[in-house]
């Protein structure tokens, strides 16, 4: 009787052991997926920096012809994230003064401490063909000046 009942302990032992075995790796797994996830967040995020610098500088040094720049496509180096920029506002105190008569976003302002400043709208998303585990899909409204 009581080789049975020493041979019943261990088996549930071993049973136990298994059993938090498989919940300890579970857990490994979230958090491994959760870190994995909230480091493609933050690349997305600083993409996302830099295609709001990117777009100043292009805006800046876009030659207009009395029409206006409206939108503009990034893709990051790594292939994983691609942006979109739409420019919805050009504030400019003069519209004849920066050669901005043809543009229809172009809004004139009585201010001069704001001339220049543009509203315009990020969206950075991953890409199809990128590897990380969730898609991501960022929006970003901002009032910058180049």
Avoid: W
């Amino acid at each position: 009787m009581r080789r049975g009942f020493n041979m019943l302990m261990a088996i549930f032992m071993l049973l136990l052991l298994a059993g938090l075995s498989v919940v300890t790796l579970k857990f490994v797994r979230i958090h491994a997926k959760q870190y994995v996830d909230s480091y493609n967040k933050e690349q997305a995020q600083l993409f996302m920096q830099s295609v709001v610098e990117a777009t100043l500088m292009r805006i800046h040094g876009y030659r207009r012809n009395g029409d206006c720049l409206r939108t503009i496509s990034f893709l990051s180096p790594d292939q994983r994230f691609e942006a979109n920029v739409t420019i919805e506002k050009y504030y400019v105190f003069d519209k004849s003064a920066n050669n901005m008569q043809n543009c229809p976003i172009a809004q004139e302002i009585t201010t001069p401490q704001s001339n220049g400043y543009v509203l315009m709208s990020v969206v950075v998303s991953s890409t199809d063909d990128a590897k990380i585990g969730r898609p991501i899909r960022m929006t970003k409204r901002t009032l910058q000046r180049p």
